[in-house]
Nanobody, 115 residues
């Protein structure tokens, strides 16, 4: 059974940093694409950053220059380094893996940016 497990969320002050981690297990091979999404209270889930097999990284305009997505393929782990956090970054952050007819989501990890 393939699954994604996120960790690393928490409470941070504006301007602070957090690193989210997503560990993938049960996949036969590296999914076609992996990424991070987020959903703020009352908002729709939105793309944060994605990284396909090709390695061409895509960022939402709202996080470009502040967030960095990376992976350790040997450890089946995806990361999201978040710097210069803003109040509007507050959301539940989800890891996603999809492609080849499959689509998996993690359970989410809460990130709260507040003074």
């Amino acid at each position: 059974q393939a699954q994604l497990v996120e960790s690393g969320g928490g409470l941070v002050q504006p301007g602070g940093s957090l690193r989210l981690t997503c560990v993938a297990s049960g996949f036969r091979s590296r999914p076609y694409e992996m990424g991070w999404y987020r959903q703020g209270l009352g908002n729709e889930r939105e793309l944060v950053a994605t990284i396909p097999n090709s390695g061409f990284i895509n960022y939402a305009d709202s996080v470009r220059g502040r967030f960095t997505i990376s992976e350790d393929r040997a450890a089946n782990t995806l990361y999201l380094q978040m710097n210069s956090l803003k109040v509007e970054d507050t959301a539940v952050y989800y890891c996603r893996a999809w492609g080849y007819g499959s689509n998996y989501w993690g359970q989410g990890t809460q990130v709260t940016v507040s003074s």
